[in-house]
């Protein structure tokens, strides 16, 4: 991400009411974003889209890559 990009992702980001955003996100450590995923597919979602923030992209795709994804193949 350009600092242009991430600057208008963390504006647009800061925008979004925590309620909403609670409801709508996953955030956490490994075992909450499962448990937080687990209750989406609960609930019928059978896609889920990872998004991280830019300043941590690489690092939390990784983590989700490890520790959450193969857990949510099943």
């Known amino acids: 991400f ?5 600057s208008r992702l963390e504006r647009v980001a800061r925008e979004i009411p925590e309620q909403i955003a609670r409801k709508a996100c996953i955030a956490g450590t490994p075992d909450e974003a499962i448990k937080q995923a687990e209750e989406f597919a ?15 992209f690489e690092e939390t795709v990784r983590e989700c890559e490890k520790n959450v994804i193969p857990h949510l193949k099943s």
């Open 42 to 56: 609960k609930a019928g979602a059978t896609l889920l889209l990872l998004m991280p923030t830019p300043s941590t």
């Open 2 to 6: 350009s600092p242009n990009q991430t």
